[in-house]
């Protein structure tokens, strides 16, 4: 029986036993729409409504459509909803993304009336969306005059997607697949660049986004997907009477055809620009495949377990080549299998290799597939790759995107063409045909030899660096505007520079926001959720478990208070964490422990933590953290695998410690881009604690050029025998130092998985803490010179610890500048792709940040005008309450079973018990107007402030001119 709105008929249904979830598939009877609704006992109800978008070329209409339609609708004629909803909302999750074939708006919250809000504001954008044309020069493209109003100024070209993709292309990995995509799919439209070239942004017209739109954003080309306890009868409802109502079934389908196949392998080699750094070494070479359909569930499973049995881990014979190959320093970005097409693509690279060398790479691997072709692989590494696949399926995720988002991405690619969205997440029955079938020695072998060798739609791409690109495209831009400005007309030049005037106008306007609905500070939950611990002994050490719904997995930490460390050491921690989980045990080399670990484990991994006392920021404490996580079954294997890892660790493989550094290098490299607002405001906030400078130098820009420093250092046998005795002389702290254990199951096996930890059990060697020497403050002025086309700012002031009485106001104060200012002057009148400001009461900074930023002294300067911003205006009540929504939503937003019991363990082991986190969470809520005003007057004097910009060869004149220091990679 149904339990459908009239305007929807029932298609399938599923319950999905490993997920505790059904899954039902609806048709709307007028217009054909889709809606796959996952049913959960779940009070974080989460909506995404999906449009296929199939772009013809790199213009990234889809992409700058994404940001135009969330810019003002026919019920909600404000001009940036978006954005207003954001803080006038209580969600967990509320975004736009745009992806190489379809374009999605989700959201998820805790609070019925707020989603009810936010469903109502996300169907008019997408249905009834205003399009001004102001809106689309402000988030796509528009020409300026250099200084608005002097037609004798330069023209520059201004858009914030257009900044937005100058900084996301500045990345190498961004290069490397799109121009793989380029060649790979000759015909469909994986071909562009949906999210838009910079150099073919331009090109895209009004009247193209406006038909574009008529053409995509249509009920008959929507997929509607829900989770959550909300039943899919009262969605439908929804659904029915504020959108599909008015609409009747679209003639025309949208969708990505098959591509045509190549007859014979493609070899193509293409270049990236590289700034003011040595060309050699930094060459790519990656071999794809094209596969089958993306909707055929066994094909699919197959050709991931396929993917796993080559690349899984170190002893995985693709992996282990592309490791250890001389060819290169280290794998590619791109390894392993894309899923998110409509066709599947297998991908297998190197980097940090030369063009000439890409014959042999490329012999290698045939090698290795042909190897495999003729042998097969041993039944029990097969075993353990579809081992990882269950695991995956069944953990129940949420630390980063609402798990039940996570389940919605995972079926949208099947939805998006047609397929069987419940399939994708229904996988048991083809796990158990899978498990039957790799008893048979030849199934790997012959997959190996259809999907990969005698496929004969292989790319084999070289992607060189390019010294002088960067230039030439830079000339290139500057000449095109000024033949564009040789050719203006009186009218044209007017034309321009009223355009600008009213773009202005239309950002200083101030809009009726209670148009809108909102949620209130009395719609907040009175308490903070709990999530209790057991704490018990494991002979004389403590253990703290949890009960949680963790879908027959288990999680287990071995935590140690971090020894006394030289500063070298600390500066080596992290790569010892690193190190620690991929090297040799005892008489096993690090390729046995790698099968080990993928029979036995989900993951295991070393890592620290550390945080101030919530009372003093000169006072820091830190752990060593061991974590693993396996099926139920394995926790028996996984303790012993742990135990192991601490008593038999050995570091004598000193090709392998080198060969994993050089990974590690090559990943923080590539992910400055992505990264530089977080990087700037380290580097700005490392002069203030130790906690502070910490940061900036294990995860941050300084740790990168120490990074550089030791892999350069690795080059020579001494200083590989060097570390593997610093190494050695880390661990022996960290044994001797005192432990404690985390435990999180469900609740009738905790009493035997307890019993079973018996084996980390150790005496320590109780050593002295000896108190670090006082921290020197410095005031920092840094620039920091890297491969990017974009600008990230920072500014930092020292503030106060967790517990003093200003840290609510000054986590409330951060919201408040962004949406009342920072918004405004940075994204939207400046261009930036975003821009914001912060508290972290863990260091006791403030931090005002931009990212993507065409911009760099201008920025700067509106940090401190917001501040004046705050002075001098009449703000209202509800723009303070705004910003409270915001810090609650933040606190209040839930993890997954197992990820909440992790948050409550290691909040409390830092003095951040629930008590004190529901005190805070209280005084956020009783923040005043006054209270901002006042922490800003005592905190934020700009001439106290830190600053530190991320900027690529283009910013280095102007950061120089306002007095920074430079500071090189």
């Known amino acids: 029986m149904s339990n459908s709105h009239p305007a929807f008929e029932l298609v399938t249904n599923a319950e999905i036993d490993s997920l505790g979830v059904s899954v039902e598939e609806y048709r709307h009877v007028t217009t054909g729409a889709q809606h796959l609704h996952i049913a959960a006992d779940n009070p974080e109800n989460v909506f995404l409504l999906a449009l296929r978008t199939v772009p013809g070329d790199s213009t990234g209409v889809a992409h700058i459509l994404e940001h135009t339609a969330l810019c003002g609708s026919d019920k909600y004629p404000v001009r940036d909803p978006f954005f207003m909803m954001i803080r006038r909302s209580l969600n967990t999750f509320m975004n736009a993304f745009t992806s190489s074939d379809w374009t999605a708006y989700p959201f998820a919250s805790q609070n019925r009336k707020d989603f009810d809000n936010l ?116 969605h439908q409802a929804a659904f029915e009477e504020r959108a599909l109502h008015k609409f009747e079934q679209l003639e025309k389908a949208i969708a990505v055809g098959r591509e045509d196949r190549y007859q014979a392998p493609l070899k193509v080699e293409e270049h990236y620009p590289l700034n003011g750094e040595e060309p050699s070494g930094k060459t790519h070479i990656v071999l794809s495949w094209l596969l089958g359909d993306v909707t055929d569930l066994e094909e699919a499973l197959t050709a991931h377990l396929l993917a796993g ?354 990974q590690t290098l090559a990943r923080r490299e590539q992910s400055v881009v992505d990264s530089g607002h977080a990087l700037a405001m380290a580097a700005a906030s490392a002069g203030y604690n130790r906690a502070a400078f910490e940061s900036h130098a294990s995860g941050g820009l300084l740790g990168l050029r120490n990074l550089k420093g030791l892999v350069r250092d690795l080059e020579h046998k001494a200083g590989l025998q060097k570390l593997s005795m610093q190494f050695q002389a880390i661990h022996r702290k960290i044994l001797a130092a005192p432990r404690q254990f985390l435990l999180i199951g469900e609740a009738e096996k905790l009493d035997d998985f307890s019993q079973a930890l018996s084996p980390l059990t150790a005496t320590p060697t109780e050593t002295p803490a000896n108190p670090e020497a006082p921290f020197e403050y410095k005031h920092i002025q840094a620039l920091w010179i890297v491969n990017s086309q974009v600008n990230f700012c920072a500014k930092a002031y020292a503030t106060v610890p967790l517990s003093h009485s200003d840290a609510a ?51 700067l300067d509106d940090f401190d005008a917001s501040l004046k911003w705050l002075a001098a205006g009449k703000h209202k009540a509800e723009q303070v309450e705004e910003a409270i929504l915001g810090v609650i939503g933040g606190l209040d937003k839930p993890g997954s079973p197992a990820g909440e019991a992790k948050k409550n363990f290691h909040s409390a082991l830092y003095g951040r018990s629930h008590a004190v986190r529901q005190a805070f969470r209280k005084q956020v809520t009783e923040v005043t107007l006054a209270d901002l005003q006042r922490v800003a007057a005592t905190y934020l004097d700009p001439n106290r402030a830190s600053v530190a910009v991320v900027t690529g060869p283009q910013g280095r004149s102007g950061g120089l001119q306002l007095g920074l220091l430079e500071e090189q990679l």
């Open 809 to 859: 106001p000054l986590s409330v104060l951060g919201g408040f500048l962004r949406n009342g200012f920072l918004h405004r002057a940075i994204r939207e009148r400046g261009g930036a792709y975003g821009s914001g400001a912060a508290q972290d009461s863990n260091i006791g900074v403030f931090r005002f940040f931009s990212y993507r930023d065409p911009r760099l002294g201008e920025t």
């Open 309 to 662: 049995v080559l690349l899984d881990n170190s002893a995985s014979p693709l992996m282990k080549l592309l490791e250890t190959t001389d060819l290169g320093t280290a794998p590619s970005p791109l390894v392993g299998l894309d899923d998110s097409q409509r066709e599947l693509v297998f991908v297998c690279g190197i980097e940090g290799s030369e063009r000439e060398h890409a014959d042999e790479f490329e012999k290698q691997v045939l090698a290795i597939l042909t190897e495999v072709a003729q042998n097969g692989i041993p039944y029990e590494q097969v075993a353990a790759s579809l081992h990882q696949l269950e695991l995956q399926q069944r953990e129940i995720g949420g630390d980063g995107y609402p798990y039940g988002l996570q389940l919605i991405l995972t079926a949208l690619t099947g939805a998006t063409h047609r397929g069987d969205a419940i399939g994708l997440l229904n996988i048991d029955t083809t796990l158990e045909r899978l498990r039957e079938q790799i008893k048979d020695p030849t199934f790997i072998a012959g997959k190996a030899r259809a999907l990969l060798l005698e496929n004969q739609h292989r790319v084999r791409l070289v992607l060189s660096p390019d010294d002088q690109l960067a230039t030439r495209r830079a000339r290139a831009e500057k000449d095109q505007l000024a033949q564009i400005k040789s050719r203006l007309s009186e009218r044209d030049r007017s034309h321009i520079i009223e355009t600008t005037r009213a773009l202005v106008d239309r950002q200083n306007r101030e809009d009726d926001a209670s148009i809108l609905p909102k949620v209130g500070v009395e719609d907040i939950p009175a308490e903070l959720p709990d999530v209790e611990g057991e704490k018990t002994s494991l002979g004389a050490q403590k253990l703290t478990r949890y009960s949680a719904g963790t879908n027959g997995l288990v999680y287990q930490q071995m935590v140690c208070a971090l020894p006394e460390l030289s500063e070298e050491e600390h500066q080596l921690l992290p790569y010892y964490c690193q190190i620690l989980s991929e090297v040799g045990l005892g008489d096993r080399d690090y390729l046995q422990v790698q099968q080990w670990q993928t029979r036995v484990a989900g993951a295991l991994h070393g890592f620290t933590s550390s945080r101030t006392a919530i009372d003093n920021l000169d006072t820091l404490s830190g752990h060593f953290i061991l974590s693993g996580k396996a099926l139920a079954r394995n926790q028996g294997a996984l303790t012993n695998l742990m135990q192991a890892t601490m008593e038999q660790v050995r570091f004598d493989e000193s090709a392998r410690i080198r060969e994993l550094l050089q």
């Open 119 to 234: 469903l109502s504001v996300y169907l008019d954008a997408v249905f009834f969306a205003r399009l001004d044309p102001l809106d689309f020069a402000q988030e796509g493209h528009r020409l300026e005059f250099s200084e608005a109003g002097n037609p004798d100024s330069d023209l520059v070209y201004k858009g914030v997607v257009f900044n937005e993709m100058k900084g996301a292309m500045s990345s190498v990995s961004a290069q490397l697949w799109h121009t793989l995509s380029k060649y790979l799919f000759p015909t469909t439209t994986y071909h562009y660049n949906s999210g838009g070239e910079p150099t073919d942004i331009p090109k895209l017209s009004y009247e193209q986004l406006v038909a574009f739109y008529r053409s995509h954003y249509h009920p008959s080309n929507a997929i509607f997907m829900t989770f959550g306890d909300i039943p899919a009868a009262e």
